[in-house]
């Protein structure tokens, strides 16, 4: 009966064990972790289905409907119609015949499906895709191939047709933008005398020979360039492509209009693999068509990626030595306490609210003075700023803004990691203050620095509201770096993947189409900032390696 008492005492003394060593808050705490890894890894998983499969060769189908209607195309979804029957989404294509790219289909009005091994998927220029079954290939009124040949000789002259288009698309685009580049800096000359000294000059008069000599010369070179791009679209003239679709229409695409063309339902599982490589290829390196809900997103990953590094390279340099001064030189006091408040108040700032400045400071403030002082001749013949306006140089200023308060508080936090016997010891051997900071503190909080840049850097990359205000746009297939002098072009605008997501998920006018593209382009932006990062990292670790054991 003694030993009954203590009981109750020793299961209290094990419960209180517990709680001093926190073990419900263990789990709390794991479960939590567990949670966010868990929605993480969910939210990546989600995109990373979505889009990686956008670009798969899917079957084609050929539908019987009951209203003797026949549809021939791909499911792209199926879910549950209102009546409990199911039903599916059908990507039809031949917008310019039956006036939709989309139809629904309940199981009740389709009477067969088949897979016709004939069925041709076609991705054209312009139009959206084309689905028919081939009939023939023809060359003006001239049948080359036709029946089970007819795909076969279409994949024997295609590439001769692409490569001539390409060629007429690099004269186009490199060629004749040289010589408008040239007719442009000569009239700028003539601009330029009128304003510096007048009609009546010498200056004026040459400018103005140089002018019409050069506009001689160009008129030269363009009709070379008109014979050589005549010369080639004449290779490709009459070439074409007779299909018959499911309604029953005979449709004659051009050749030159092609970008590709399969046929899904006879592809091996290497030759699928073939045409999703291909079309990857298209859309990491070509450039945007169809309002930017097909080809390829070039133009807007060379932005992102060149927005990111100038703005990294732009906000690593103030924000460091913003938190320097801030940790090691200025008292403590109430005007450090205000300014820390303030920087720690800006990282809340709605994004807009630095747009707009941007877009009044930089663009208009800076950029306007720059135009005013250095570009008033193309001001004045051309109507419009150079710099006055949006571009990638105010857009990465921006953004450096914008992410200037998380490289500052993470800069402090790294400098006051450091030991103050690191700095005590520099000290006691003579050195100075900015020898201590240079060859002791900062070596040591470059880890702690690099974790602030990186966060700034997926921060930056993916915002969207300031670059709708200073430099973004729909389309700009010139990149700020090309060949023509001065080589590098920052006032011009650009694209940017996070735009493009909104643009094509909310602006496209076929938006069954462009969902599945607004997942590619979220995994490719994903997959970028996450390239980024990590390259961070790996210079963050070498960086710590090297000092890790000079630490005590």
């Not at 004449?234 to 029953?248: D, Q, R």
């Not at 592809?267 to 169809?290: Q, T």
């Not at 419009?384 to 200037?404: E, I, N």
Request: with cysteine; net charge positive.
């Amino acid at each position: 009966m003694s030993s009954d008492p203590h009981r109750p005492r020793r299961q209290r003394s094990a419960h209180a064990s517990l709680a001093a060593h926190g073990e419900p808050w263990v789990w709390l705490t794991g479960g939590a972790l567990s949670l966010s890894v868990a929605m993480i890894v969910g939210l990546l998983g989600f995109i990373v289905s979505q889009g990686i499969g956008t670009f798969w060769p899917r079957p084609l189908e050929l539908f019987e409907i009951s209203d003797d209607r026949r549809a021939l195309g791909e499911i792209t979804a199926e879910e549950a119609a209102p009546d409990g029957t199911r039903r599916r989404l059908v990507r039809t294509a031949n917008f310019e015949i039956t006036g939709r790219h989309f139809e629904w289909l309940a199981d009740g009005e389709v009477t067969a499906v088949t897979r016709p091994p004939q069925a041709t998927v076609v991705e054209r220029l312009e139009g959206g895709r084309f689905h028919g079954l081939p009939l023939r290939v023809l060359k003006g009124e001239e049948t080359l191939a036709e029946g089970d040949q007819a795909f076969a000789e279409f994949a024997r002259l295609h590439p001769d047709v692409r490569r001539r288009i390409r060629a007429v698309w690099q004269i186009d685009k490199q060629d004749r933008g040289i010589l408008q580049r040239r007719l442009r800096a000569a009239r700028l000359a003539v601009v330029s005398a009128e304003l510096s000294d007048g009609r009546d000059t010498k200056a004026w008069q040459k400018a103005h020979a140089d002018e019409e000599k050069q506009r001689r010369e160009i008129d030269g070179a363009e009709q070379v360039l008109n014979e050589q791009t005549a010369r080639l679209r004449g290779a490709n003239e009459g070439l074409g492509f007779e299909f018959a679709t499911a309604g029953g229409e005979r449709v004659v695409l051009p050749l030159a209009d092609i970008v590709r063309a399969w046929q899904p339902n006879r592809l091996s599982l290497a030759e699928k693999m073939g045409v999703y490589a291909s079309r990857w290829g298209e859309f990491l390196s070509d450039d945007p068509r169809e309002a930017n809900s097909a080809g390829g997103v070039f133009p807007a990953i060379w932005g992102t990626v060149a927005m990111t590094l100038i703005m990294a390279l732009l906000v690593a340099p103030f924000g460091v030595l913003a938190a320097l001064y801030l940790r090691e030189y200025a008292s403590r006091g109430p005007l450090t306490a205000a300014v820390r408040i303030a920087i720690n108040n800006l990282a809340g700032v709605p994004s807009i609210v630095y747009g707009a400045f941007g877009l009044g400071f930089f663009c208009y403030v800076l950029g306007g003075s720059i135009d005013s002082l250095f570009f008033r001749p193309a001001l004045v013949a051309d109507g419009q700023p150079t710099f006055g306006t949006g571009g990638l140089l105010w857009a990465s200023l921006t953004l450096a803004l914008l992410t200037l308060p998380v490289v500052i508080v993470a800069t402090e936090e790294a400098l006051s990691a450091v030991p103050n016997s690191m700095r005590e010891g520099s000290y006691a051997c003579g050195a100075s203050k900015w020898q201590t900071i240079r060859r002791i503190v900062l070596p040591r909080a470059l880890p702690g620095i690099m974790t602030g840049l990186i966060l700034a850097m997926a921060r930056g990359a993916g915002e969207v509201a300031p670059l709708m205000l200073v430099g973004v746009k729909k389309l700009a297939l010139d990149l700020p770096i090309d060949s023509s002098f001065p080589f590098v072009h920052p006032e011009r605008e650009f694209m940017h993947l996070a735009y493009l997501i909104y643009d094509v998920g909310f602006q496209s006018p076929n938006s069954q189409a462009a969902k599945p593209m607004v997942f590619t382009i979220t995994f490719l932006l994903v997959a970028i900032i996450a390239l980024l990062n990590v390259t961070a990292i790996w210079i963050r670790g070498r960086i710590k390696r090297r000092y890790v054991s000079q630490q005590f």
